[in-house]
């Protein structure tokens, strides 16, 4: 067998727990191994004089024991101070054996390594590696020790040493790895070659310094982060073409049933919202599936479109199925559709995780025998129990909530022989050009770049919560004037459960400042029907404030509502704010927003919030958080779904972006043989959902 695809058994010291572990790492065979790269390095490669130490670094260094002590006081610890002739420097243990106690015993010459810190008594180190040494001669090492991702159980040196062993048998002679990439684009970018970059990135050159390598412009590691990336974007680029292999059913556009629809809206269609209608009928109408994205601004008129293309799918006597990311939106979506096709004989099914036994049973089975027209959902309706008679549309609302890998998992549903339902993503989250690439380009994408009329950009000041009281009273005269408030709850922490804790204590004391203002109060942990009803109360105008947590970020419609108060705005992302805000500005009077922030606010902190003061356009707040954040911050985690990067990283490599689309097309044109090994070689056991 090939060497680099044997397993990882084959090497020494690989035993079958640290097989079952490399494997959830992704490693299965040597070329695994040798792909499996450096998280950071660490420089052992000499010793520092205790004076030239500072707190943050990570460093080598080395002294005789003074003392080492016990010590009581706090949390009980082994305390020992070593000196060189230059200074002294504590070492601070919470777990140690009497052994070792004696092992430091006045006297002892040792090295230590680890992260120096301030501490009580001067600079120390907290549980550093350390070993009693002879002399200092012999202890430094000639390279950097590189430091790799590890999984539960396994130890870095039992990695260590395997990929050391894949690099002597695979990467000594240079002649076992097929370098995919043609000359001449190693040429353009006067990339090393395979077999070096990856000996170099394992085991870095004597001269190099760390700092060198995480700053990113070493060639062998724009190299491999450029092959990374393009590895992504030609898995995408490969999606969009095997899109065209499958069939997908022709949707009529029945001239006299969708003109009837767009007359009954109390609205017109702006020319945007015409404008993608128009694209959508010309993908729908066509024998292959639609992958189609459309990005539309906070209140835009995303839905309405959406539910044009349903009517296409349902006048051909096809299923939809709209999957939102909240049960929230869910119901949105749910209220809007029964209204806009209610005098249809069109039965509309909801669906979520929350829908349980009979009733449950009973929408399933509607789904599976073709009764239920429009489905409209959780990711529930993705589950496997849950079959489609005859689906011809999937529309997935707030794509940014869902994470690549979803979005593709999607794609078998409804598969039916040959044929494929068409797919229609919104989102409201522009995405630069740049990393669209990354994360949509295996899609079409629509833009709706006008707002409806009589929209009024919505006046957002920036305020200290220790002006709370002050905004409080406001909500008394917004009141007065018949008009509705939001007042939303955010807390750091994920946790769900905290989040509403702090909604109902808010609540309670809102309720109690504001005897004149009828307050209530949705979040997360209620009951769908609860929040329903509520919901539905704040629309019928029998609350005049709600409070609620950024479950309402999106999707919640309420024209009346132009005051909007967020709580530590400082520690939401740009977007998720300028969505909260979107739920003001929908009615025909002026609208604000309170940006409220704790004191001390960062500079970054200050920009940031600076930002959503000066701006109602979600793309020039997107953009502007991409210069503050980088990229990697602002796909942020709810996007990692795709970003699981092994050496690229997308703040320090942007400046590769551009090259790899120009590469992919070159690639696609001229080298498709070597697409597929490419995108194994990088994302080989991670893409379940690449196609062959
Ligand atoms: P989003 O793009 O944020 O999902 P929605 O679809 O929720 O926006 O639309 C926001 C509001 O604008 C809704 O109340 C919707 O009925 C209304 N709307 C949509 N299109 C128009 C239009 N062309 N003219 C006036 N109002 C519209
Ligand atoms: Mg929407």
Redesign the pocket.
């Known amino acids: 067998m090939e060497i680099l695809a044997q397993p990882v058994t084959s090497l020494s010291g690989i035993g079958p727990q640290s097989v079952i572990r490399l494997n959830k790492l992704g490693i299965y065979t040597i070329q695994d191994l040798l792909f499996h790269l450096p998280l950071r390095y660490e420089d052992r490669t000499k010793i520092y004089p205790i004076n030239t130490l500072a707190s943050g670094m990570t460093v080598l260094t080395s002294g005789t024991v003074e003392f080492s002590n016990v010590q009581m006081k706090g949390r009980r610890s082994l305390l020992c101070r070593i000196s060189d002739h230059t200074g002294f420097l504590t070492l601070k243990f919470f777990h140690f054996s009497a052994k070792q106690q004696s092992n430091l015993s006045p006297g002892t010459l040792i090295s230590c390594f680890g992260e120096v810190r301030h501490g009580y008594q001067g600079l120390e180190i907290v549980h550093p590696e350390y070993k009693i040494i002879s002399s200092t001669d012999s202890i430094t090492e000639t390279r950097l020790t590189p430091i790799y991702p590890l999984t539960e159980g396994l130890r870095q040196s039992t990695l260590r040493k395997a990929i050391t062993q894949s690099i002597l048998l695979c990467l000594k002679d240079n002649q076992h790895l097929t370098d995919w990439l043609p000359q001449p684009i190693l040429d353009k970018f006067n990339f090393p070659s395979l077999n070096n970059a990856l000996l170099s990135i394992h085991a870095p050159e004597e001269h190099i310094s760390a700092e060198h390598l995480q700053q990113g412009n070493l060639p062998s590691l724009k190299r491999l982060a450029f092959e990374e990336l393009l590895a992504h974007h030609l898995t995408l680029l490969k999606n969009k073409k095997t899109v065209k292999k499958w069939q997908a059913p022709i949707f009529k556009a029945n001239q006299s049933i969708t003109s009837k629809f767009t007359s009954t809206?109390?609205?017109?269609?702006?020319s945007a919202?015409k404008r993608v209608i128009d694209e959508i009928i010309t993908d729908c109408t066509s024998n292959h599936p639609m992958l189609r994205l459309v990005q539309?601004?906070?209140?835009?008129?995303?839905?309405?479109?959406a539910a044009y293309a349903a009517l296409l799918s349902i006048s051909t006597d096809y299923q939809v199925a709209i999957m939102a990311p909240t049960e929230l939106l869910a119901e949105?979506h749910l209220r809007?559709f029964r209204q806009w096709f209610e005098n249809n004989e069109i039965n509309i099914v909801y669906l979520t995780g929350q829908l349980k036994g009979k009733a449950r049973k009973e929408t399933v089975e509607s789904i599976n025998n073709g009764l239920a027209n429009i489905i409209i959902g959780t990711h529930a309706l993705f589950q496997d129990s849950v079959t489609f008679k005859k689906l011809g549309l999937i529309i997935i609302?707030e794509q940014h909530r869902f994470g690549v890998h979803q979005r593709l998992a999607l794609r078998e549903k409804g598969q039916l022989d040959n044929y494929r339902p068409h797919q229609l993503i919104?989102t409201?989250t522009p995405i630069p050009r740049t990393l669209a690439m990354l994360q949509y380009s295996d899609l079409d994408i629509s833009i709706?770049d006008e707002l409806?009329?009589?929209r009024k950009p919505v006046t957002t000041s920036v305020i200290p919560s220790n002006r709370r009281e002050e905004v409080i009273s406001k909500i008394n005269q917004w009141t007065k004037k018949n008009h509705q408030t939001y007042w939303v709850c955010t807390l750091i922490e994920e946790s769900d459960v905290l989040q509403c804790e702090a909604a109902e204590k808010t609540f309670e004391h809102l309720t109690h400042s504001l005897p004149n203002v009828r307050t209530a109060l949705v979040h997360g942990r209620m009951k769908s029907l609860e929040k329903e009803v509520v919901m539905q109360g704040f629309k019928n105008h029998e609350y005049d404030l709600l409070v609620a947590t950024t479950v309402i970020e999106?999707?919640v419609?309420v024209?009346n509502a132009s005051l909007m108060i967020i709580e530590n705005a400082e520690r939401l992302g740009l977007s998720q704010l300028h969505q909260l805000r979107?739920r003001v500005g929908?009615g025909d009077q002026e609208s604000y927003c309170l940006l409220m922030y704790q004191h001390p606010l960062s500079n970054t902190g200050r920009q940031r919030l600076g930002i959503l003061r000066e701006s109602n356009d979600g793309f020039i707040i997107a953009e502007k958080d991409l210069e503050l954040r980088g990229p990697g911050d602002v796909m942020g985690t709810r996007q990692t779904g795709l970003m699981q990067l092994k050496i690229a990283n997308l703040n320090r490599d942007t400046d590769l972006l551009d090259h790899i689309q120009d590469s992919a097309e070159v690639i696609c044109s001229q080298y498709p043989n070597i697409i597929q090994p490419i995108i194994d070689r990088w994302l080989g056991h991670t893409t379940h959902y690449s196609e062959v």
């Open positions: 809206l109390p609205f017109l269609l702006t919202q539309g601004d906070v209140g835009s008129g995303k839905t309405v479109v949105q809007n609302d919104m409201a709706i409806p009329p009589g999106v999707g419609d024209p979107g929908r």
